[in-house]
């Protein structure tokens, strides 16, 4: 490779790395958040497009704004603390029995709040403040009824406790809680993993 050729391959890959410094790109679903070195985590998100930056003094971050499946199963596996989702719950139910506990409940971020979860929080947020919420508030409401109540008839009742539970903490953070769905409640005898054992 010849002194001209090695010059112009250096020379498209600085071009390169600037221009992509000027400009963040947002796909469909997503939005970014820019961290200034000079006035921290600013308030504007940047909304699905292209949009300017200061490059080497502004950090653009994504977030994505559609809805988040926070699953609650047996196939998790806890390698990545960011990960969303967790391993089965052990619970304790109203009259005694303790019980595992796996499901999927639907979140999605506040765009408007997005900066402030990124400037309090970090990014890091599922294992702050869903993961330890979410064990916690299936406890306790696990405690409000018998493991026949769960299982059965109030199964429904359960869910939308559930729900209310989440949204009463989520909320005023910044996350929204779209669903709650239980998919299976056992004896924890069933369970090789559970957090909270």
Excluded at 51 to 61: G, L, M, T, V
Excluded at 84 to 100: E, F, H, L
Aim: proline residues 4%; charged residues 25%.
């Amino acid at each position: 490779m010849s002194d001209d050729s090695i010059d112009k391959l250096m020379y498209s890959f600085v071009m390169d790395d600037v221009l992509k410094g000027f400009f963040i790109k947002v796909p469909p679903g997503y939005v970014a958040c820019v961290y200034d070195l000079g006035r921290g985590v600013l308030k504007k998100v940047h909304t699905p497009g292209l949009h300017f930056k200061i490059p080497f003094w502004q950090k653009a971050k994504l977030f994505n704004t559609q809805t988040l499946e926070y699953g609650i199963s047996r196939n998790f596996t806890l390698t990545n603390e960011r990960a969303m989702g967790d391993i089965p719950i052990a619970a304790v139910t109203q009259d005694g029995k303790r019980i595992g506990v796996e499901g999927t409940i639907l979140l999605r971020l506040d765009v408007h709040q997005i900066p402030s979860i990124w400037q309090t929080v970090g990014e890091d947020f599922v294992a702050k403040i869903i993961r330890p919420t979410v064990r916690s508030r299936i406890r306790m409401v696990a405690s409000r009824f018998d493991m026949q109540e769960m299982i059965g008839a109030k199964r429904d009742a359960v869910e939308t406790e559930l729900k209310n539970e989440l949204e009463r903490i989520f909320y005023s953070r910044g996350i929204y809680v779209e669903n709650v769905l239980l998919s299976e409640i056992g004896d924890i005898s069933e369970y090789k993993h559970t957090a909270g054992e």
